[in-house]
């Protein structure tokens, strides 16, 4: 279980949250996981998401990193790879089908506290899979969600298929990402 704390207005971050009147650590993470999944207008700018009222995996976990940081919480944000699956994406499996793919490796950023993972991206919808299984795992801090991120997903991709392929499994991998956004 994640620990809580009190919100106190420490410094940006708190403070956006305690306009918002969010009292503690996990009412903030409950009221960013029930907002929409979708890019911000700059995503590395992760305080967009209170702002824009939506996010992604990357924007919304770095806000709620950047949020335990001011109160003093141990946790991580971290950056792992996983298997992509129409079971674990509800939305992603007419792309994969089309393209011939059972999965696609796609970078995803979540809390970490006591080797535990925690995904407030969205609810999980009825009989979709969580994501558990993850072929690699990186802690980073909260800048890291833009050039960092895509550079690291995209050496991995690099790896799995080849340098050749690379443009092609992005391309298919940002099909992908549009439908979890409509």
């Not at 970078?107 to 995904?119: G, I, S, V």
């Amino acid at each position: 279980m994640l620990p809580n704390k009190k919100i106190e207005n420490k410094g940006i971050i708190s403070s956006e949250f305690v306009k918002l009147s969010l009292t503690d650590f996990l009412s903030a993470c409950q009221y960013v996981q029930e907002l929409p999944y979708g890019r911000t207008s700059k995503p590395k700018d992760f305080l967009l998401v209170l702002k824009e009222q939506h996010g992604t995996c990357s924007s919304k976990h770095a806000l709620l990193a950047a949020l335990a940081e001011e109160l003093g919480l141990p946790l991580s944000l971290t950056l792992g790879i996983y298997r992509m699956t129409a079971a674990n994406t509800p939305g992603v499996g007419p792309i994969l089908a089309k393209h011939r793919m059972e999965f696609i490796p796609e970078a995803h950023c979540y809390l970490t506290y006591q080797n535990e993972r925690f995904d407030f991206t969205k609810k999980l919808k009825p009989g979709q899979e969580p994501i558990t299984e993850f072929l690699t795992e990186e802690i980073i801090i909260p800048v890291q969600i833009g050039a960092y991120k895509t550079e690291f997903h995209k050496a991995f991709l690099r790896d799995y298929y080849g340098p050749e392929r690379l443009d092609e499994i992005w391309a298919i991998r940002e099909e992908c990402i549009k439908t979890l956004s409509d």
